[in-house]
Each structure stands twice: as C-alpha cells, then as structure tokens.
T-cell receptor
Framework: GQQLNQSPQSMFIQEGEDVSMNCTSS?????WLWYKQDPGEGPVLLIA?????ELTSNGRLTAQFGITRKDSFLNISASIPSDVGIYFC????????????FGTGTLLAVQP | KAGVTQTPRYLIKTRGQQVTLSCSPI?????VSWYQQTPGQGLQFLFE???????NKGNFPGRFSGRQFSNSRSEMNVSTLELGDSALYLC?????????????FGPGTRLTVL
C-alpha cells in the first residue's frame, strides 16, 4: 500500500528539547494532517493544514503546508513526557475526499 | 459531544471465519471511512461511505466489504479470514464535505486471526 515518506523514523530526546519531523510525497495534496497515536488507540488529530504555505500552531505544536504541496513538517517545542507516542502525517488528494494517505510514522520518546 | 465509537474493541477469530465490525460516527457526521493498521503496511485506507453509498475504495480484495445505515452507522465485514488480516481496524468520521473535511478516529478494533 501507499505510504508517505516520514522522517525521522524515531527520536529519543530529553524533556524540554524541541522536535522536528517531516513528510514528503511524490503527489500533490490538498490537505495535510498531523495525528498522534498512543498504543492501542486511534490517531488523534493535532493540526490540519488546508493551503500551500500555511503555518498553523496548536499550543506547543507548529505545522506547515509546503509550498510545493508535496511536503509538510511538524515542530514540537519544549517537549514534555506526555508527548510520547507515534506521530503520523496524512495527505488528502484532490478529488479523493476522505481517502487519507498516511506517513510511515515517527516514534517519539521523551526522557524526563 | 461523544466521539467515534467502535465495537468490539478486541476480537479473536480463526482462519476461514468471517467477522463484522461496527462503527458509530460523531453525531452529525455523515461520512465514515475505514482503515487497516498493521506493523508492516502502516495505516491503509479501506473504503469510505457517505449517505449509505461507497464513495471511495482502497486497494483491498473483495473479501473486505462495508455498508452504511441511514443513521450513518457503518459496518465492515471481512470474509474468509486470513492470518494477514490480523490488524487494528480504525474507523474515522467526518461531515463529508467535498473539501477541507477533517476526520476523527475511533479507538479501533483489534482483530487477531489464529
């Protein structure tokens, strides 16, 4: 199945550090979404991006929709232990409403 | 406002059996999408239903099917189960608009095929 290239695959950081992860695609997307998933649970929406170049924040999280519409990044500032989890990007193609293509995921571990 | 609910949360079946999973969307949402999550393939789109009609379909065999009821609740069925069907099955609901429509996920059903 199709998956977006997401990097890094995993990150092990100290509490208080900033984190950055990104997703790239060979396809142009109309929408980029960032989700966080805890073990055994469904993904929880963090940030939604709808326009190329858009920069959106949600608390300590900031995400951007790439100008080419083929990439997106997510930054987490001043990480805390509850940020631990798997982060997924997801893109939505034009004309394929609600058919999300997900990234491979970034596992984030935060050491207190 | 209640979130997306899925039942059952856990299921164990044997090869060759069939299984039906249920999803109740957020009130007011008319679109329900289903995804399969496995360690090897990640999150893969199965299909989407909107107003009782399948609107999008992923690349899965015909053993995977679904339906949606008039109250927007959805079921997916997997027939003739294979070991590789073991996965977390997630459903997501949204209003179903043609653009900028945000999906919210349920907790998933963990299916184990023995």
């Amino acid at each position: 199945g199709q998956q977006l290239n997401q990097s890094p695959q995993s990150m092990f950081i100290q509490e208080g550090e900033d984190v950055s992860m990104n997703c790239t695609s060979s396809s142009i997307f109309n929408t980029w979404l960032w989700y966080k998933q805890d073990p055994g649970e469904g993904p929880v929406l963090l940030i939604a991006l709808y326009k190329a170049g858009e920069l959106t924040s949600n608390g300590r999280l900031t995400a951007q929709f790439g100008i080419t519409r083929k990439d997106s990044f997510l930054n987490i500032s001043a990480s805390i232990p509850s940020d631990v989890g798997i982060y997924f990007c997801a893109g939505q193609l034009s004309g394929a409403t609600n058919k999300l293509i997900f990234g491979t995921g970034t596992l984030l571990a935060v050491q207190p | 406002k209640a979130g997306v609910t899925q039942t059952p949360r856990y299921l164990i079946k044997t090869r060759g059996q069939q299984v039906t999973l249920s999803c109740s969307p957020i009130s007011g949402h008319r679109s329900v999408s289903w995804y399969q999550q496995t360690p090897g393939q990640g999150l893969q789109f199965l299909f989407e239903y909107f107003s009782e009609t399948q609107r999008n379909k992923g690349n899965f065999p015909g053993r995977f099917s679904g339906r949606q009821f008039s109250n927007s609740r959805s079921e997916m069925n997997v027939s003739t189960l294979e070991l590789g069907d073991s996965a977390l099955y997630l459903c997501a609901s949204s209003f179903g608009g043609m653009s900028a429509d945000t999906q919210y996920f349920g907790p998933g059903t963990r299916l184990t095929v023995l």
